[in-house]
T-cell receptor, first 114, second 114 residues
Framework: DAGITQSPRYKITETGRQVTLMCHQT?????MFWYRQDLGHGLRLIYYSAAADITDKGEVPDGYVVSRSKTENFPLTLESATRSQTSVYFCASRGDRGPWGEQYFGPGTRLTVT | AQKVTQAQTEISVVEKEDVTLDCVYETRDTTYYLFWYKQPPSGELVFLIRRNSFDEQNEISGRYSWNFQKSTSSFNFTITASQVVDSAVYFCALSEGSWGKLQFGAGTQVVVTP
């Protein structure tokens, strides 16, 4: 599918389990981002990446790990899920026009940690 | 510290009324970018408009218009002649630096009733 996709769309997991959320984009965009959306907070940046093997922490990185071995994929891993990580997770990508370029968002993954 | 403030949590209007969404931002950078995104009930995030810090010219695009004032650090967004399809959460976002990371406000829920 063209564009940016996320999988799974819905996930229920138990506290302490490892969970990986997948993000795939077909535009060959260099920049990719992970946000979480919680009521009252808008979207908050977890991690971002400027290219394969270049990643950095955002505003709320604790408890998360990312990797970017290929330009098109940017998986987000919760190493040991906690209830506070129950959220909607959005992946986004941006082309190389510069920081003024808009980000394109995936459909989101709704994660529930029980 | 919250860098983007959307003081209005929810706005309810009747169809055909105008709606103005307020956004106040905070930055020390001289170069930055401001965005508005829309999140309809289906959950996806849709880019609406963008403004850079060097261009204070206000514009109109269809039923959308925006008022950017650096003196008051505000980037307000207006929907003219609202329609039921405009019902959504609207997010204001700030981009600083070269990576284009977005910092979102908490969002304003717009409810348009027939």
């Amino acid at each position: 599918d063209a564009g940016i996709t996320q999988s799974p769309r819905y996930k229920i997991t138990e506290t302490g389990r490892q969970v990986t959320l997948m993000c795939h984009q077909t535009w060959s965009h260099s920049y990719m981002f992970w946000y979480r959306q919680d009521l009252g907070h808008g979207l908050r940046l977890i991690y971002y990446s400027a290219a394969a093997d270049i990643t950095d922490k955002g505003e709320v990185p604790d408890g998360y790990v990312v990797s970017r071995s290929k330009t098109e994929n940017f998986p987000l891993t919760l190493e040991s899920a906690t209830r506070s990580q129950t959220s909607v997770y959005f992946c986004a990508s941006r082309g190389d026009r510069g920081p003024w370029g808009e980000q394109y968002f995936g459909p989101g993954t709704r994660l529930t940690v029980t | 510290a919250q860098k983007v403030t959307q003081a209005q949590t929810e706005i309810s209007v009747v169809e055909k009324e105008d709606v103005t969404l307020d956004c106040v931002y905070e930055t020390r950078d001289t170069t930055y970018y401001l965005f508005w995104y829309k999140q309809p009930p289906s959950g996806e995030l849709v880019f609406l408009i963008r403004r850079n810090s060097f261009d204070e010219q206000n514009e109109i695009s269809g039923r959308y218009s925006w008022n950017f004032q650096k003196s008051t650090s505000s980037f307000n967004f207006t929907i003219t002649a609202s329609q039921v399809v405009d019902s959504a959460v609207y997010f204001c976002a700030l981009s600083e630096g070269s990576w284009g990371k977005l910092q979102f406000g908490a969002g304003t829920q717009v409810v348009v009733t027939p």
